[in-house]
């Protein structure tokens, strides 16, 4: 079985999967003539989950136009991930009770690379027809400053040299709508749906901050600058969909069934890939309704469009609440007590109890419905279904990459909020979680050994200051005031907050010696 087009023809030999109900050719042909939709970052999310919404709309005959993906960071996804099987993929779905579903998404219409498809890609910008651009590039994509809030050098340098050959993602999507200004003169929308907060604002500093660079040095006129500013919008969305790393059982599986030239790899940028995507059934995504120049027909894939204020309360109670401090929360601690399985954490009474009782008791009195979502049903979901699901190769290494980037939204907002209400000082979860991520920075888990931890932009800045620290020692509070005051870090100053003596109390239980951390987790969380 090979995944192709000619390949799929063969619908017997690829009984048991959910094959495309739509001329291929057709939709590809369409997509190239009048594009809608061009995405940047085609990881797992990508395909997972906005490939497959896009497929939906296709089968229903809601779109005759699929997705144009480009790559900006490297080729290696398009040239050995999608061209060599016609842009297709199989998504697995690992649903909770072991049942996999298994289907042959085709709605990439076309695969492109910043680095040899320049020319295609100003077209597709240049279009009328086009609606939005989209990405899933990570957080870091966006960013234009570093820790130090200096300008990264790249961003200095695309500033300095003005629209023309543009190196960094967010300077060349600001030349690109340029272009379109000058091309068209069309609105559109720049749609960020990665996992972050406030994301739409993220692409708008970026873009906005590298034009209005642009003008100050005579490179742009008031008028193109207004352009970006009045005629493009950035929508604000969440995303919440579980994408592990391409897993060895689902290649195993899919090997099985005979299909060929699956096998996952690396690529010198360290993403993990495949032809094929596995995650989980749960997901969601809201996003503000705002396209100006029109949009696809989502909202018949299941997607919520709302206003940006629900966005935002949506954002919130994911992100703050009921998901990713709890899934920081079992990343730390699965390193240092040894788990490689989201799933067998939930097992371990615990870390289950540290992350139901952080959840229910300090992070839902300080959450605010959105409406759209249900706080509690969401939170149980993940609880009860998503994390405990024993199918999912998801690992606490993953999810530890870049803590010290969403630990200020994943806590420090809860901690906010609590600081308003004057109730801070009731805290214990929260802060056992923080001390935690200490105790991870040294490198060495529960039982002394030491482990490499993920890879962080700021890991080797932070362990620097907690230099000199070993396991059996007893430190103050000021040694650590470094990290603890740290708000960027943080969110909060945690001497301000009242938690500095708290979080290092529990840092000295957890340095004691091995199984110190278990030790501490039991007495906190009241586990038998």
Not at 230 to 252: F, G, H, L, Q
């Amino acid at each position: 079985m090979k995944l192709n087009l000619d390949g799929i023809k063969d619908t017997g030999a690829w009984a048991g999967y959910h094959l495309p109900k739509y001329d291929i050719r057709q939709m590809c042909l369409a997509t190239v003539k009048e594009p809608k939709w061009l995405h940047f970052g085609s990881g797992n999310i990508f395909r997972a989950f906005l490939c497959v919404s896009a497929q939906r709309l296709l089968e229903k005959g809601c779109e005759t136009t699929g997705i144009i993906c480009a790559e900006s960071h490297g080729a290696e996804l398009i040239t050995e991930c999608f061209r060599p099987h016609d842009n297709l993929a199989v998504a697995v779905t690992l649903n909770s009770d072991g049942r996999i579903d298994k289907e042959v998404v085709a709605s990439i219409g076309e695969s492109l690379t910043t680095a040899d498809d320049m020319s295609r890609i100003e077209e597709i910008f240049c279009a009328p027809s086009l609606q939005m651009v989209s990405f899933t590039i990570t957080e870091k994509g966006y960013a234009v400053r570093g820790s130090d809030g200096g300008l990264l050098p790249q961003i200095r340098e695309d500033m300095e040299t003005g629209p023309a050959g543009c190196k960094h993602l967010m300077a060349l999507l600001a030349a690109l709508c340029l272009k379109r200004c000058h091309a068209c003169g069309r609105p559109l929308a720049l749609v960020s749906m990665d996992n972050c907060s406030h994301n739409g604002e993220k692409i708008e500093t970026a873009v906005t901050e590298i034009a209005a660079a642009w003008k100050e040095r005579g490179y742009i006129d008031d008028q193109e600058l207004q352009y970006l500013k009045e005629k493009v919008s950035y929508p604000w969305s969440m995303i919440d969909k579980i994408t592990p790393r391409p897993d060895a059982r689902v290649e195993e599986q899919l090997a099985a069934d005979g299909i060929e030239d699956i096998k996952p790899f690396v690529t010198p940028g360290g993403v993990y890939a495949a032809p094929f995507v596995n995650a989980e059934r749960p997901q969601y995504l809201v996003i503000e309704d705002d396209f100006p120049n029109g949009r696809p027909a989502l909202e018949e894939a299941g997607i919520l469009f709302t206003d940006r204020d629900t966005v935002n309360r949506v954002e919130k109670m994911k992100v703050c609440t009921c998901l990713n401090p709890l899934h920081t929360a079992l990343a730390v601690f699965g390193c240092l007590l040894g788990h490689t399985s989201i799933a067998a954490e939930m097992e371990q009474p615990e870390l289950k109890a540290l992350v139901t009782k952080m959840a229910y008791e300090e992070g839902m009195p300080v959450v605010v419905n959105p409406g759209i979502i249900d706080p509690e049903a969401f939170l149980e979901e993940v609880l009860t279904e998503r994390f405990p699901n024993p199918f999912l190769p998801d690992t606490p290494q993953r999810i530890a990459t870049d803590t010290s980037q969403k630990l200020p939204i994943r806590f420090g907002e809860t901690i906010k909020a609590h600081m308003e209400r004057g109730t801070a000082g009731s805290l214990k979860l929260i802060p056992l979680v923080l001390a935690g991520w200490l105790r991870y920075l040294l490198a060495a888990d529960d039982k002394g050994e030491a482990f490499t931890p993920s890879s962080d932009p700021l890991l080797a800045e932070c362990r620097e200051k907690l230099r000199g620290i070993s396991l059996g020692d007893t430190v103050a509070a000021e040694t650590l005031r470094p990290l603890l005051e740290n708000r960027v870090i943080f969110g909060v100053d945690l001497f301000e907050a009242g938690l500095a003596e708290k979080v290092t109390a529990y840092f000295n239980e957890m340095i004691q010696g091995p199984g110190s951390v278990l030790a501490a987790l039991k007495r906190l969380t009241g586990a038998a």
